[in-house]
């Protein structure tokens, strides 16, 4: 097994119970905000697992996040709706660290809570 791709799992690992734990507290604005920062590291160390799993895996070179997650639908790791969240995920991270609306915070904590969280639960336990 590649140390790399160890190390990785387990930065990965951490950031999602980080996440779980900030999810798990009730909600206010201190609490969403804490979410979404530890939702941006989890998406980071999400795609960047990713990342060396196929390459280590599967001998593919990707470059970016939604790469990635075509990649493991491609590999026949994910489904279709899976990647297609992992997409729309993407799409809400880089939107999130681009602009700044209170409403779209809202917005992205519940989809964090509801299924963001869940869907890299579960590329975590396919890199596993």
């Not at 590329?123 to 596993?128: A, E, P, Q, R």
């Amino acid at each position: 097994m590649d140390k790399t791709l160890d190390l990785k799992r387990k930065q990965f690992s951490k950031a999602l119970a980080s996440l779980k734990k900030s999810l798990e507290e009730e909600k206010n604005d201190l609490v969403r905000d804490s979410a979404i920062k530890r939702f941006e590291y989890s998406y980071e160390l999400c795609w960047k697992t990713v990342k060396i799993f196929l390459s280590d895996r599967f001998g593919e070179d990707v470059f970016s996040p939604k790469e990635c997650f075509r990649a493991l639908r491609k590999n026949k790791l994910i489904s279709d709706e899976d990647t297609e969240l992992l997409l729309r995920m993407t799409d809400d991270r880089n939107k999130i660290i681009h602009t700044y609306s209170e409403s779209f915070s809202e917005e992205l904590y519940e989809d964090i809570a509801q299924v963001y969280y869940q869907i890299m639960e579960k590329v975590y336990k396919i890199l596993n």
